[in-house]
């Protein structure tokens, strides 16, 4: 992979955190970038479909409601992404990484993940990368720069960092 192309998958990744932003959910913000090349194909975060009120429901119902990221990206595609590749602030869950794989996208790129996270997450995690594996869908983890990240990881890791 080239120097060029590292700083641009440093760029989408950012990308995709300050699209988590844009999500209204107090307690998960989850953002993702899809690239074909080095356009951006399209862009989503987690959320309620547009028109359906943001109103203070439980848990299982925010759940049922709730468009993952990775599928408003898709849905917002308006194309067809065969070939390209996602950038996800988290790992895909297993029913995004379904979609993920039926439209044919090849690379997804995640931050590293931390082993808290793989803890908490361990059973999702490995149906996650299962299918990802099973698929020949490439899974890429990355160090993210310590402009972009509150908690900036080692020098001798940041490699995205010296390549800006
Ligand atoms: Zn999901």
Redesign the pocket.
């Known amino acids: 992979m080239s120097e060029l192309n590292k700083k641009w998958q440093a760029r989408f990744m950012d990308m995709a955190f300050m699209v988590a932003t844009w999500s209204k959910d107090p307690s998960t913000q ?1 953002g993702a970038v899809i690239i074909d090349g080095n356009h951006i194909v399209s862009m989503g975060f ?1 959320g309620y479909p547009h028109g359906v009120e943001d109103r203070a429901d439980d848990r299982e119902i925010k759940y049922l409601k709730t468009i ?4 408003n990206a898709i849905l917002h595609a308006n194309r067809n992404i065969n070939g390209c590749s996602l950038f996800a602030t988290h790992l ?6 379904a979609k993920i794989i039926q439209v044919g996208i090849s690379q997804v790129f995640i931050p590293h993940q931390t082993d808290d996270y793989l803890s908490r997450w361990g059973d999702k995690v490995k149906v996650s990368m299962g299918m990802f594996n099973e698929c020949g869908v490439s899974v890429i983890q990355m160090e993210r720069s310590s402009k972009s990240n509150p908690h900036p990881v080692g020098a001798s890791e940041s490699a995205y960092a010296r390549n800006k």
Do not use: K, L, M
């Open positions: 989850v987690n993952h990221a990775e599928e895909p869950c297993p029913n995004c990484c």
